[in-house]
T-cell receptor, first 115, second 113 residues
């Protein structure tokens, strides 16, 4: 089946630094990937849609200069949280879909803690 | 995509069937009903989807009413590992491609020993 790998699974960084999260489709090509954020005891909130070879589409209220998305290949999308602050601490999850299959496959998520 | 409504929480005894309801009264003809679940601190997992017919796979069964305004996800023999938040989502098309999933609050299912 379709597998999406997300790395790292857990990261702690200092306030003001940047953190990169990778999302890879291991056995299929993904033209589109999605990035979600989930705060404790809340549901997943879509942050942006990542399109291979073009600019990402951000949801309202998500700062595109703070959450940089790069989808340079059909198997890799990255999310960089720039100048991280404690309020950026959250669970970040990516997803992708393989053409011809149903539903979406999600990565295992990245727990970001900014101290 | 149509809004869905689910109870916030449910309990189920281990070994019994878990029946999770979902209302989607404004669903349109080309919207599928998808079910995902999220076990604590993991990414969501696809369970099943359907358009108008009942569906069954190795994980669960999906019963969709004839008017398509509601559906029920059935886990036939719930185990402790089925404890999770279950999301019912209405989605246009097959879901493969660029349609985005919008998650509601879901139902937190607790399987009790």
């Amino acid at each position: 089946g379709a597998v999406v790998s997300q790395h790292p699974s857990r990261v702690i960084c200092k306030s003001g630094t940047s953190v990169k999260i990778e999302c890879r489709s291991l056995d299929f090509q993904a033209t589109t990937m999605f990035w979600y954020r989930q705060f404790p005891k809340q549901s997943l909130m879509l942050m942006a849609t990542s399109n291979e070879g073009s600019k990402a589409t951000y949801e309202q209220g998500v700062e595109k200069d703070k959450f940089l998305i790069n989808h340079a290949s059909l198997t890799l999308s990255t999310l960089t949280v720039t100048s991280a602050h404690p309020e950026d601490s959250s669970f970040y999850i990516c997803s992708a879909s393989r053409q011809g299959s149903y539903g979406y496959t999600f990565g295992s998520g990245t727990r970001l803690t900014v101290v | 995509d149509a809004k869905t409504t689910q109870p916030p929480s449910m309990d189920c005894a281990e070994g019994r069937a878990a029946n999770l309801p979902c209302n989607h009264s404004t669903i349109s003809g080309n919207e599928y009903v998808y079910w995902y679940r999220q076990i604590h601190s993991q990414g969501p997992q696809y369970i099943i989807h359907g358009l108008k017919n009942n569906e069954t796979n190795e994980m669960a069964s999906l019963i969709i009413t004839e008017d398509r305004k509601s559906s029920t996800l059935i886990l036939p023999h719930a185990t402790l590992r089925d404890t999770a938040v279950y999301y019912c989502i209405a989605l246009r098309g097959s879901g493969a491609g660029s349609y985005q999933l919008t998650f509601g609050k879901g139902t937190k299912l607790s399987v009790i020993p």
